[in-house]
């Protein structure tokens, strides 16, 4: 790793000269100065080492973990100012590795919003030393088009497609040396997963989970991406941040969010800069401004390594400080000043948009780190806790609104406190703003007890119990308290103050910062403009998998420890028991005290057409004399959650809880569904709701998506249209739905366990139901009869993107193929490194996201299909599907990325673990395929033996079947004659896809 900065930083800006370990780093022209001028302004006196990490707002070191705190968290410092956070946890050979920097889209350029979160993209490109095969050669180009993109904020709309064709140009030229993704490759073959990174107000992060034999390699990397980054592909991989953009455009909550915000925030870059940027800075971006931001925020002192899993801090600390450790310190940019004055009064603003009608209302209040913020976060708990909070209660139980919540956002400079709830049909948005108002005054009046917030504090608990289980939710709150700029000790302290938290606290901050002074805004019915961004015209890169660097040569080299795969075994991670009801899968929680149970039916709304709207119903109602609001308090002062889940083939009953309260959980969940108290005036509220949310869903794109996937693969089989009629559902009755509800625990079923309790103890506690009448066989999946060619369902709608989705049926899937269809599966769409992604986005920049995969089925009667999809603009939808086919059905085989994909299926198979918590949803699933055992080791054994023809024989069966495609968006911007040219176009109106009928 080299210790210069990036030479495109260099050659434009001055770098600082820093003392570090003993050492002048100093960048200076040749000695080619006039005589000194004695006016000239004296120079400015540099800043040494120990000044700037003095400047640098670090957190208190901690070496030994406090007491009272079960993540034993240890804080350390490299020679350069960068924080490590390390929370051990040994249960696999993994760990969570977060790189977190404190900034975003607050300290935003006001002219180049956005810029952040595109930098963040950029951060993915490579290096002086990977990502290229010819850096000096390359350079030449990325300087023309830095200063093309300098030449564009100024240009007329000639010059500008001007500029554009000449930075393809450069960018084509440049394509001649990159490796697109090379960044990704290295960790997939080091078995390094969930690599992503995301942006946010005051914080950019990038992740990934290593396996623990890979510390140094990832190090190594890391430290080269932070050291020496290189701005390549800038011009293809902004168009995936356009991408990104249309699927804000297109959700109504992302622009609800960005009016609300700007609303409350009207003179701060929290509501003037949208993290992903407003539209006109898209299409300008400032590229030298962005090399200047990195200059600015991402110095190591104001950047933290956080590190949760099989990891410590005598191991981490010297290959951090080798690595990371060695970019120079340098001076943090200053936030740009913003004001925050108080609202002054209600503020209302409209939001247009097709589907549901909703109301959001928002109250400024305090900073993160304010002394009344753990009552604020109570305050939240008591309003909306999903069950018994006074939205709950007040709103949703009652059915006044189709559904409510409320959330409490704190910031570093500010924080706010919103409500909001869907209208129903025929409602106003004024009546249901002062339904909203009408709870916030109940809970400024006090209308809670203290039992209820005694009741918080336990679910708080169990919060932190589930944070202890997962290395991502461990880094996730290392992170928040160095972005907060809290001190670990404080963290400890927050929350304790968060249980001390008081009744008369809770109704004093209510009163003190929910007045009259809000902001409102207003979802209504209607088409909402759609900005116009042109498709640009890219040429496609060619991605050479044969390429590599050096380094990630170097890298794939370095020496590590080979971790044994770990494979589940009956009698040590699980067991089978069997019940009066069924088979019984049951594995310890070694970890808390926490439980979860799950009754899986195989009976749906095929079988019995009105089980899911029984319970619809029962989710409203109470339990023989106990009301649905004494039933819900009763549940939440428990510490249990109950969920239902129901589709056309099952029905899930989902029980999570603390171990002590595990029999009364079981027993008062089964009298619930036993003895329901079910009325006339509930049913006919649960009526309004269903048949509102129903007609929302047909005007909503995202539902629209998923509902014609559905009818284009499965014809009159898709769950949509097996569903009860709107006439069905006002014409039920309650005793009707009382029956189907009742007599549905005596149905065979399969019971899942985890908690603390021995299978043996749990099998005593966790049975439901009584006769056990056979629940009969699932059904099983068929596609839609295949005609001669590729069918494409074209549905339109006015939308900034286009939802595509691909299936190509196969039949049923013979067991011993299913480890070449998981290879190629991982081959075509296995994350950012596989064919499909590398060309339909890193190429082409076609679509945000792209992926493909082979998908099996649930049981071995299912027929299996080629399953993929992608957004891309609409305008763009034709190129991306033709590309998108030719991959699948043109495309050989390419060895060389073959190789690349079984290195990362064998550092999977080697460093993964199935976590103990989700152990019996495995097993169960393999029970419904047939397997009598974990599958994984004979599947790796077959994935190792097969070849290249192999492999090609299984995508030519693929290739030579025709294909399933169905697509929402816009008429006016998709050319569909082109699109009939790859296949035969149906097009398809929104009523067709479901049984819902009139409204």
């Known amino acids: 790793m080299s210790l210069r900065m990036n030479r495109a930083i260099l050659s434009r800006h001055l770098l600082r000269t820093v003392a570090l370990s003993g050492l002048l780093l100093a960048c200076r022209t040749p000695d080619t100065t006039s005589p000194i001028d004695d006016t000239a302004t004296p120079p400015v006196e540099e800043l040494t080492a120990a000044q700037i990490l003095a400047a640098s707002e670090l957190p208190p070191l901690v070496e030994t973990p ?46 180049s919003t956005g810029l952040a979160h595109y930098l963040e993209h950029m951060l993915f ?82 992740i990934g989970d290593v396996p623990s034999n890979r510390l140094d390699a990832w190090a190594k990397i890391e430290g080269e991406r932070f050291s020496d980054p290189v701005f390549r592909l800038f011009y293809p991989e902004l168009e995936a941040v356009y991408e990104e953009k249309n699927l804000s455009i297109d959700r109504p909550e992302s622009r609800i969010w960005d009016t609300l915000l700007l609303t409350l925030f009207p003179q701060h870059p929290y509501g003037t800069q949208p993290t992903i940027g407003v539209v006109e800075h898209l299409k300008n971006p400032a590229y030298s401004d962005m090399v200047q931001y990195f200059e600015d925020w991402y110095a190591p002192n104001n950047m933290a390594v956080i590190l949760a899993g099989d990891i410590d801090a005598a191991t981490a600390l010297p290959v951090l400080e080798a690595s990371l450790g060695q970019i120079p310190p340098r001076s943090i940019g200053t936030k740009a000043p913003a004001d925050l004055p108080p609202l002054a009064t209600r503020v209302a603003h409209d939001v247009i948009a097709e589907g549901e009608q909703s109301v959001t209302m928002a109250w400024r209040t305090v900073e993160v780190t304010h002394a009344d913020e753990p009552a604020l976060v109570v305050a939240d708990w008591l309003m909306d806790n999903s069950s018994s909070g006074l939205l709950n209660l007040e709103l949703e139980l009652t059915q006044k609104v189709q559904d409510a919540g409320s959330w409490a956002s704190h910031l570093n400079e500010a924080g706010y406190f919103g409500v909001r709830a869907t209208l129903q049909q025929g409602q106003t948005h004024a009546e249901v703003e002062q339904l909203l108002t009408g709870v916030i005054a109940k809970l400024q009046a006090g209308e809670f007890a203290q039992a209820d917030i005694d009741a918080i504090k336990l679910h708080e608990d169990m919060h932190d119990k589930r944070t202890l289980e997962s290395n991502r939710g461990r880094v996730g709150r290392m992170m928040e308290s160095y972005i907060e700029r809290r001190s ?41 403009d759609l900005p116009n961004i042109q498709k640009p015209s890219i040429t496609p890169i060619d991605i050479d998998a044969t390429r590599e660097s050096q380094f990630s040569a170097d890298i794939k080299a370095m020496p590590a420890s080979q971790l044994e795969p770990e494979w589940l075994v009956e009698g040590e991670h699980y067991e089978h028991l069997t019940l009066p009801a069924g088979p019984l899968v049951a594995a310890r929680n070694s970890r808390n005290d926490l439980f979860s149970v799950k009754y899986r039916f195989d009976r749906g709304h095929r079988k019995a057409q009105m089980l899911c709207v029984a319970l619809d119903l029962l989710e409203r109602s109470g339990a023989g004399n106990t009301s649905a609001e004494e039933l819900q308090k009763q549940l939440f002062a428990l510490g249990t959650s109950v969920s239902f889940g129901c589709g056309s083939e099952y029905t899930n009953v989902d029980i999570d809880g603390i171990d002590k309260n595990l029999e009364q959980s079981v027993k008062l969940v089964e009298s619930w569904i036993r003895d329901p108290k079910f009325d006339d005036e509930t049913l006919a509220g649960l009526r309004t709701n269903l048949i509102s949310e129903r007609k929302d869903e047909l005007d909503d794109s995202d ?33 009707q739905l009382r029956k189907q509800l009742t007599s549905f625990p005596d149905f065979t079923h399969t019971t899942l366990y985890y908690g603390p ?51 190509i049926p196969q039949g049923v899937l013979p067991r011993d193929q299913v480890p070449v269809s998981e290879y190629f599966g991982r081959y075509l769409g296995g994350g950012m490194s596989s064919l499909i992604f590398q060309e339909i986005r890193e190429a082409r920049g076609l679509a945000y996201y792209a992926y493909a995969y082979v998908a099996r089925g649930s049981i071995p009667a299912d027929e299996c299909a080629l399953v993929g999809g992608m957004g891309t603009q609409a305008d763009k939808t034709v190129d991306a599907l033709t590309t998108y086919l030719e991959l699948l059905r043109e495309r050989p085989i390419d060895g060389n990325r073959l190789g690349q994909t079984l290195e990362s299926l064998e550092a999977d198979y080697r460093s993964s673990r199935i976590d103990p918590r989700w152990i019996v949803l495995w097993v169960d699933s393999w029970d419904r395929e047939g397997e009598k055992q974990d599958p994984r080791p004979w599947e790796w054994e077959q994935i190792q033996a097969l070849g290249v023809e192999q492999v ?48």
């Open 66 to 111: 406090l007491a009272d705190d079960e993540m034993a968290v240890t804080v350390h410092r490299l020679s350069n100012g960068m924080t490590v956070y390390i929370s051990t946890d040994r249960q696999k050979p993994r760990f969570s590795a977060w790189i977190a920097v404190r900034t975003g889209s607050r300290n935003d350029p006001a002219s």
């Open 125 to 206: 490109k490579g290096t002086d030393d990977y990502g290229t095969l010819d850096l000096e050669a390359e350079q030449v180009h990325l300087d023309a088009i830095e200063q093309l993109y300098t030449e564009l904020r100024g240009a007329d709309e000639a010059r500008r497609a001007e500029i554009f064709t000449e930075i393809d140009q450069h960018t084509q030229a440049t394509a001649a040396y990159a490796i697109p993704n090379e960044l990704d490759r290295m960790y997939a073959a080091l078995g390094i997963e969930g690599v992503n990174a995301f942006t946010s107000n005051e914080v950019t992060a990038y």
């Open 757 to 807: 309790r021995t299978p043996a103890e749990a099998a005593k506690v966790v049975g439901m139901g009584r006769k056990h009448k056979p629940a009969g066989a699932r059904e099983k999946r068929q596609f839609r009869p295949g005609g001669e060619g590729t069918t494409i369902y074209f549905l339109h709608k006015d939308v900034a993107k286009s939802a595509v989705s691909v299936a």
């Open 703 to 735: 539902s629209l998506a998923q509902m014609l996937s559905a009818y284009a693969s499965y014809g009159d089989r898709s769950a949509y249209l097996r569903q009860p009629s709107n006439a069905a559902i006002n014409k039920v009755t309650a005793k």
């Open 952 to 999: 090609q024989t299984f995508a030519s069966g693929v290739a030579d079947r025709p294909a399933i495609i169905s697509i929402v968006g816009d008429r006016s911007r998709v050319d569909l004659a082109a699109l009939a040219k790859l296949g035969t176009v149906v097009e398809v109106e929104p009523g067709q896809l479901t049984s819902y009928g009139a409204f």
């Open 488 to 528: 670990w000790a404080d963290v400890i302290a927050r929350n304790q103050r968060l249980r001390a938290v008081t009744r008369e606290d809770v109704i004093r901050v209510a009163n003190q910062y929910l007045g009259a002074e809000y902001v409102v805004i207003n979802r209504k019915s209607g088409k909402q």
